[in-house]
């Protein structure tokens, strides 16, 4: 038996990437990577469905090659992507929101506990808040898939989404599996 770790992730993460990739890539692309990744679901997913986190990360690295962006920018840049859809998808998160860092210190007593009563077995990163006011957000993302521009790009698609300008600082601890974000307005 394996010591590794399997972390699944739900399938949307995987249904919009690949119409982010074929949207901004092309077709041609999107059939490359899918080929060149020879994943274990085929590059087959349902929104609902749960998929290991290590296709993702296949997938993401495979357009890195193709596309010759890195994965960081790659992660990024789906994470703004992601959170548009999700400000559709789900727009009910949104409704008495007013600003970017009110709505992010609320991931983890509001938003989370929604996405756990809409996928119960959702495997979700942790938010803990150390400062926050009207100016300043301090917060510390803890996930063993280590997905810290993932989340960059989440929080750059909110600050986008609330048309508002802010500094993102960052720094990586734990090997990427802990990730404080500093959102200074």
């Known amino acids: 038996m394996s ?23 092309g077709d041609e ?13 085929g590059g087959a997913y349902t929104a609902v469905g749960s998929y290991p986190h290590s296709e993702l990360v296949e997938v993401v690295s495979r357009l890195s090659e193709e596309t010759g962006l890195s994965i960081d920018d790659l992660l990024m840049a789906y994470g703004e ?11 009910s998160f949104f409704v008495n929101e007013s600003s970017a860092l009110d709505f992010l210190a609320k991931i983890e007593s509001k938003i989370h506990p929604e996405v756990h009563k809409l996928y119960p077995d959702a495997e979700l990163p942790t938010f ?3 400062h926050h006011s009207e100016e ?45 974000f500093s959102i200074h307005k």
Do not use: W
Not at 3 to 25: C, D, H, P, S, W
Not at 29 to 41: F, G, H, Q
Not at 81 to 87: A, E, K
Not at 145 to 154: D, P
């Open 29 to 41: 692309v999107m059939d490359n990577v899918i080929e060149k990744a020879d994943l274990p679901s």
């Open 128 to 130: 803990e808040i150390l």
């Open 136 to 180: 300043k957000l301090e917060m510390n993302y803890y996930s063993g898939r280590k997905m810290g521009k993932f989340a960059e790009g989440l929080i750059k698609g909110c600050l986008a989404y609330f048309n508002e300008k802010a500094i993102i600082e960052t720094e990586s601890l734990e090997d990427g599996r802990k990730v404080r």
């Open 3 to 25: 010591n590794q770790i399997y972390f699944f992730m739900k399938g949307i993460v995987f249904t919009e990437l690949m119409e982010m990739v074929e949207a901004k890539f």
């Open 81 to 91: 992507h992601l959170f548009g859809i999700f400000t559709k998808a789900y727009s």
